[in-house]
C-alpha cells in the first residue's frame, strides 16, 4: 500500500515562504511521477505543478508559475513544493499525489493513483 504524508503548512504573512514536504512509503518512488493541488474552501481542487520521476521536468499551474518550485529526492522518497511570494489566494489545503508515469505528471486529479491527506496553508493579508 503505497502512502503519501504531506507536512510543512502552517500560518505566515503575505511575501513570506513555506517549503511543503511529502514523504512516499509503500512504492517504487522513482516510478513515479508526483503532482501537488490544492484545494480552497468552496472551490474544487487546482493543479499546482508535477514533476517527473527524475526531476528533471516540472509542470505548474498558471496562477503559481515563476513563485513556486517543485523537486525531488528519489533517495529520501521525497518531494517538495517550495512556495515563494505567497499570496492571501494562495491559502488552501495542499495535497500530494502520484502517477505511476515516466513522465511528468499530468494537471488533472484523475491520474494520480494515490493522495496524502493534505496540509493546510494559511496566507494573512
Known amino acids: 500500500q503505497v502512502q503519501l504524508v504531506e507536512s510543512g503548512g502552517g500560518l505566515v504573512q503575505a511575501g513570506g515562504s513555506l517549503r511543503l514536504s511529502c514523504a512516499v512509503s509503500g512504492g517504487s518512488f522513482n516510478l513515479y511521477a508526483m503532482g501537488w493541488f490544492r484545494q480552497a474552501p468552496g472551490k474544487e481542487r487546482e493543479f499546482v505543478g508535477s514533476i517527473n520521476w527524475s526531476g528533471t521536468s516540472t509542470y505548474y499551474g498558471d496562477s503559481v508559475k515563476g513563485r513556486f518550485t517543485i523537486s525531488r529526492d528519489n533517495a529520501k522518497s521525497t518531494v517538495y513544493l517550495q512556495m515563494n511570494s505567497l499570496k492571501p489566494e494562495d491559502t488552501a489545503v495542499y495535497y500530494c499525489?502520484?502517477?505511476?508515469?515516466?513522465?511528468?505528471?499530468?494537471?488533472?486529479?484523475?491520474?494520480?493513483?494515490?493522495w496524502g491527506q493534505g496540509t493546510q496553508v494559511t496566507v494573512s493579508s
Open positions: 499525489a502520484s502517477e505511476t508515469t515516466r513522465n511528468r505528471g499530468k494537471d488533472y486529479e484523475a491520474a494520480y493513483d494515490y
